[in-house]
């Protein structure tokens, strides 16, 4: 068999398993023969031998066979300096499957859950005040060349786009450098793989395979605290890779110093990078995820029309995170399409009637003293402190009237919020506002225009 054969079952092998496995594990051969059924290859290291034996010899043999050579097993070896002619010692040889297949990004082999999603790349992120910084160390671990903080770590509640800015570096370190081995995936497969490893006593490959890679991406990391075994390994990974000044991106659903039963040590290395916060959404941002979405969908559904204000409702109705925000729009589109009608507000109040109410927003008495305090220009800390002077008094009232009116906290609870007040002050307050209201025109004015402003 000639090397010209041989790059043929490349091509084929390039198409079958993909463009990314195929660099990393398929490319780096160099042909050595076929002899007596055997086809040799040379190989870089010993673990990698290993691993292409277990998860491509029977793809490799396969395709040989299928071109006319006939071929029995594989058999690969790592060069050295050998006497003139001596054969090279074997180090892998046809053995069973027993090891998960990489979680490479953009693989087609990898364990469910390490996919990455094409839909989320840097282009299709909607960057507003909440996330900018977030992006921003995203984009610039993302460029590739030094590493100027490691670990990047983000952090934010449920639907954020803490996932989404992980997918987005993946996709953009394999198209600016696709010789760089990116490995993604989340805390708990780490941990099957771990796992794994221990049982089919394979743990020294474990350890090559992720010391090996310039890129190490862990997803939900705090899935790992309490889960020694686990974190002890996670630790000497981490610290490995840091040491040969490898790029390493971990999330979680809070900061490093908030995981609850996550070691010490663990803690302190995941604080040594630079440590990002992604911020519930604002109106401004939650509009713009819409408009981007919208205008996706309106060449999805050709002639589908959808009515002016539809969008800023959903924004300022939804904001309980992005996910849902976005399967609400899905589902008006979808429902729109079926009956054949325009988006109105009032369809959107049918179709997403559950998704509304659930998303109903819990007005907090932090939120109704900050913005009484902004709307008669005096600070935040008169509104709660003991001062008496009419101009801050009378809003202060007017905040304790919404805090009674708008939310279902107890008076006691209302007064310990406006700097320990008794409750009977707080009574005092809503009634006081309660008879002018009905008085003074001016404060009528006030009161309606808050209560759009607190309730939207």
């Known amino acids: 068999m000639t090397h010209e054969a041989w790059g043929k079952v490349r091509e084929t092998l390039a198409k079958r398993i993909g463009k990314n496995n195929f660099t990393s594990w398929i490319e780096p051969l160099r042909w050595a023969g076929l002899t007596n059924g055997v086809a040799r290859f040379e190989v870089p290291t010993t673990f990698f031998g290993d691993w292409v034996s277990r998860n491509y010899s029977d793809h490799i043999l396969g395709l040989l066979n299928a071109e006319g050579h006939a071929a029995g097993r594989t058999e690969f070896f790592v060069p050295m300096v050998q006497a003139a002619n001596a054969p090279a010692a074997p180090l892998a040889a046809d053995k069973p499957a027993r090891a998960p297949k990489p979680s490479r990004a953009r693989s087609d082999d990898e364990l469910p859950g390490a996919t990455l999603d094409t839909r989320f790349t840097f282009d299709s992120f909607v960057v507003g005040k909440p996330n900018e910084l977030a992006h921003a160390a995203a984009r610039r671990v993302a460029e590739g060349g030094p590493v100027t903080f490691n670990p990047l770590f983000l952090y934010g509640g449920v639907g954020l786009g803490k996932t989404h800015l992980m997918h ?14 990116v490995l993604y995936l989340s805390a708990e497969q780490f941990m099957y793989r771990f796992v794994q ?48 000044n490898k790029q390493i991106v971990i999330s979680a659903d809070r900061a490093p110093g908030e995981i609850k039963d996550l070691e010490d040590r663990i803690k302190s290395r995941l604080q040594c990078g630079l440590v990002v916060d992604l911020h519930p959404t604002d109106y401004e941002l939650r509009l713009g995820i819409l408009q981007q979405k919208a205008e996706y969908y309106r060449q999805q559904y050709k002639g589908l029309a959808i009515s002016t204000g539809v969008l800023e409702f959903l924004a300022h109705r939804i904001t309980t995170n992005v996910r849902v925000l976005e399967g609400a729009l899905t589902r008006l589109f979808a429902f729109a399409s079926l009956v054949g009608r325009e988006i109105t507000l009032e369809l959107a109040q049918d179709c997403l009637a559950d998704i509304l109410r659930a998303s109903d927003r819990k007005l907090t008495i932090e939120e109704i003293q900050r913005k009484v305090a902004e709307h008669y220009n005096i600070r935040l800390s008169d509104m709660i402190g003991p001062k008496r002077l009419r101009n801050i008094a009378r809003p202060r009232q007017v905040a304790m009237y919404f805090s009674k009116q708008l939310t279902s906290r107890s008076l006691p609870e209302i007064g310990r919020r406006f700097g320990g007040r008794d409750h009977t002050t707080i009574m005092h307050g809503v009634r006081k506002i309660e008879e002018l209201m009905t008085v003074d025109s001016q404060l009528s004015d006030d009161l309606q225009l808050l209560r759009r402003q607190l309730q939207t």
């Open 168 to 181: 987005a570096i993946a996709h953009e370190l394999q198209s600016r450098q696709p010789q760089l081995r």
């Open 197 to 244: 490893a221990l049982r089919d006593k394979q743990i020294m490959d474990f350890k090559e395979l992720f010391r090996s890679v310039d890129v190490l991406m862990v997803d939900d990391v705090q899935f790992i605290a309490g889960k020694d075994s686990t974190q002890e390994e996670f630790f000497h990974t981490f610290n490995a890779l840091i040491d040969q």
